[in-house]
Each structure stands twice: as C-alpha cells, then as structure tokens.
C-alpha cells in the first residue's frame, strides 16, 4: 500500500518537472504575432515600415487610400509614387458591386436635392449653383454606371 502511493508521488513529481521543462521550452520559443506572421528574412519590429532582409536590405510600407479626389485621372494621380525612384508599386482597387453604387448614389443625389431646395429657399444662389452641379454630377455618374451595367 505504501509502495503504490510512493510509486504516484515518484510519478507526480516526474511530471512536474516534464511541464516545467515544456514551460521553459515554451517560454523560450514563444514568438510574437508578428514572428508568426511574417516569413523568414522580414523584420516586421519596426512600427512605420518592414526591412525585407536579402542580398541587399529593402524596406517595405504599405498605404491606404480610401478616396479618391473628384476631378482625377488614376494613372495620374499616383504617378509621384511610380516615378519615386527603385521601388515595386503594387496597387490594388476594392471593387465595389453596383448596385451598392446605385443605392448609394441614389442616396447621394436625394440628399443634394434636398440641400438645394434649403440653398433655394434661404436665397443662397451660390450655395444652390454648386449643390446643382455636383447633384448633375452624382446623376451623371449612377447613369454611366447603369449603362455599362446591362
């Protein structure tokens, strides 16, 4: 009887110290999010930038636009960022579906109407010429949209 209840606490105690040499072997291993996340020869430690480690170090950044200005041309519009010097540019557009852009645009032209008619109201002739403009502008677009749609 004694000698099964010291077998148990021979067992327990050899236990013990298989978790506490996994802890430490846990511990010691452990990687950050960042670690995992990233392939080998990426430093991602910095908080503005990642340097790609290879024959020569590069830095890598990424950039979120998440509008665009009214009047511009894509190609255009980014061409400081492709003529910066030796860098790779990759840009990826979010496609939207259309008839989220037509409910959208809907909603915008609606919202417009209403802005005019207040500018209209208050004699505010400026203010109704731009709200008209933009309101011909939003319609233009949801008919462009519609027309390539079918």
């Known amino acids: 009887m004694f000698g099964i209840k010291k077998k148990t ?74 003529t910066f010097g030796d860098i790779n540019v990759s840009v990826f557009i979010s496609p939207v579906n259309e008839s989220t852009s037509q409910t959208d645009l809907n909603k915008t032209i609606n919202e417009l109407e209403s802005e005019r008619i207040v500018a209209q109201d208050r004699g505010d002739i400026n203010r109704e010429r731009i709200i008209l403009q933009k309101r011909m502008e939003a319609e233009e677009l949801r008919d462009t949209i519609a027309s390539r749609i079918k």
Not at 31 to 38: G, N, R, W
Not at 66 to 76: A, G, H, I, K, V
Request: glycine content about 4%.
């Open 9 to 82: 606490s021979d067992t327990a105690s050899s236990e013990d110290v298989r978790v506490r040499d996994n802890d430490t072997l846990l511990k010691r291993n452990q990687s950050t999010i960042k670690d995992i996340i990233s392939p080998g020869g990426i430093d991602a430690s910095y908080t503005n930038h990642i340097a790609i480690m290879s024959s020569r170090t590069r830095l890598a950044r990424s950039m979120v636009v998440s509008t665009l200005p009214r009047m511009c041309t894509f190609p255009e519009f980014l061409r400081g960022m492709y």
